[in-house]
Nanobody, 129 residues
Framework: QFLVVESGGGSVQVGGSLTLSCAVS????????MGWFRQVAGKEREEVAH??????????????DRFAIDKGRVNVNIDIRNTTLYLRMNNVKSEDGAVYYC????????????????WGKGTQVSVSS
């Protein structure tokens, strides 16, 4: 369905900031969902944020004061093929270290089912003290 590519991972110190990017190519849709997830080895994958093409977003309450998603300066009324979704992490904590994955689906319901058709390969975020 889509090719999803994450970038921006790397090392960050506790208390620092890091921005991850997610770019989508392939089929073109105006209605879609894009999501960010993270996973630590041996633990379940965790939703970090999602963006519904109607403009609504969600970041879990536990992360809401430190994480945010946006599309930068790009007009939000844009189809998925021209979209880059940014995950902005501030005041990073040691527990934020994980592989971060971006996902996309042309079904907006994917946002609420945490079930996406297309996934990126992930980008590693390492946190040092």
């Amino acid at each position: 369905q889509f090719l999803v590519v994450e970038s921006g991972g790397g090392s960050v110190q506790v208390g620092g900031s890091l921005t991850l990017s997610c770019a989508v190519s392939g089929s073109n849709y105006r209605n879609y969902c894009m999501g960010w997830f993270r996973q630590v080895a041996g633990k379940e994958r965790e939703e970090v944020a999602h963006w519904d093409s109607d403009g609504s977003t969600r970041v879990p309450p536990a992360l809401r004061d430190r994480f945010a998603i946006d599309k930068g300066r790009v007009n939000v009324n844009i189809d998925i093929r021209n979209t880059t979704l940014y995950l902005r992490m501030n005041n990073v904590k040691s527990e934020d270290g994980a592989v971060y994955y971006c996902a996309a689906d042309n079904d907006r319901g994917a946002c609420y089912r945490n079930s996406y058709a297309s996934w990126g390969k992930g980008t590693q975020v390492s946190v040092s003290s």
